[in-house]
Structures are given as C-alpha cells and as structure tokens.
C-alpha cells in the first residue's frame, strides 16, 4: 500500500507541476509508464507480484491462510460489523472482541487488533459517522493545500505540492494499513502537513516582502 501510494502521489505531483502543459504531461506519463515497466521486471517486485498472485488464487481455493487473504477476511467481517452498527460501529477498542463471533474456521484471525486498513477499521469502529470524519480529515488539509498549489509560484508552491503529495500517499496507503492505528505514524503525518504548509506561508511571504522592497 505505501509503494503503491508514493507512486500515486509523484504521478500526481510531476502531473501538478508542469501545470498541465499537454507535451510535458506526455512526457511524464510516457516515464511513468517505461519506469513501471521496468520495475517489473527487477525480482524483488516480481516475487512481490508472485506471491500477490499466489495469495489471490488460494484466497479463491478456499485458502486464506496468507497476508493478502487475511486483510481480505478482515475487511469482509469489517464490513459485517459496520451493518450491524452502521452509524457508530462496534465502538473505540471493541474491534477485537466484536469480531470473534464471526471468525468461525478461521482462528488466526482471533490475533488481529484492527482490519488491517484505515478506512475499514474506522467503518468498524466508528462506523459511516467515524467513516466520514475520516475522509474529512484527508479531504480538508487536501484542498487546503491544493488551493495554495493553484495559487502559489516557485518554493510556495513546490511545498505546498509536497503537502498534496503527502495526502495522497497517506490516503492510499492506508487502504492495507491503519495510519491512525500508531502513535508514531499519526504524529510523523501530522508534523509533516504542519511542515509544508508553514514552509509554503513562509516563502509566500518572502516572496511578498522582496517584491514590496523593490517597489
């Protein structure tokens, strides 16, 4: 989940700063696409890609007995426990406990705290209401920054693209990983936004200095 969301996030960003300039677009999609290409063939990621495709089909033998098929199980009964709480989930803390009922044949999963993804740990957990504060929480600071990128020029806008690089890599690598979950990886994000957006403010101001000093 977080390689896939860096890469996300630099498609994003290298799409972002050439402005949408037509020739230049093509010229990063066509990098992307020759440098994905070629990490395929490197065999770390082509073991990597193996073994997903080994765990997909024995998840689909009946075989879940890996860590693919074990995210898949928890997000499967994550999801049962959100219709039964819909609105406010099972409760802070109460995942574990909430989710034996439903582990039948399939004891392993007794070990797991959490669904092993932020967004269905929090529909779990919190339900649509928990759900919703959660993409608020990455929406928000998104389109903050992403109105400075829009708005900004040279080191203010290159933070401020660092912000919205940032987002994106969160937001998609916590589709197999619960951000929230650790202390560590909560307080290293939150710093990091604070960072770039007071980097961005602080060379947008400098900017508006210089320019009022040579007038």
């Known amino acids: 989940g977080a390689w896939l969301g860096f890469g ?15 020739r230049r677009m093509i010229s990063v999609l066509t ?12 065999p770390p990621v082509q ?15 009946g075989n879940s007995y890996s860590s ?17 709480q819909p609105i406010f989930g099972v409760g802070p803390g109460n995942f574990k406990s909430a ?7 399939k ?12 967004y269905f740990d929090t529909l779990a957990n919190a339900g649509f209401a928990g759900l919703s504060g959660l993409l608020l929480s990455f929406l928000g600071p998104l389109y903050l920054f992403w109105h400075k ?13 660092q912000g919205v690089g940032l987002i994106i890599c969160s937001m998609i690598a916590s589709l197999t990983q619960p951000l929230y979950a650790h202390n560590i990886s909560v307080i290293f994000y939150l710093i990091c936004l604070i960072v770039f957006w007071s980097l961005s403010d602080s060379a947008y101001d400098q900017v508006a200095q ?6």
């Open 31 to 42: 990098g992307i696409v020759l440098t994905t290409l070629y990490l395929q063939t490197l």
């Open 107 to 118: 004891p392993y999963l007794a070990e797991f705290s959490h669904a092993h993804s932020q």
């Open 8 to 22: 996300v996030s630099l498609l994003c960003c290298g799409v972002f700063a050439i402005q949408w300039n037509f």
């Open 68 to 84: 693919t098929g074990a995210r898949l199980d928890l997000w499967q009964r994550s999801y049962e426990l959100a219709k039964q």
């Open 99 to 105: 989710l034996a009922p439903k582990i039948e044949a």
């Open 47 to 61: 073991l990597r890609l193996d073994s997903l495709k080994s765990d997909i089909q024995n998840y689909q033998s």
């Open 149 to 161: 990128v829009r708005r900004r020029t040279g080191w203010a806008r290159s933070y401020a693209l």
């Open 210 to 215: 210089n320019t009022d000093f040579n007038k």
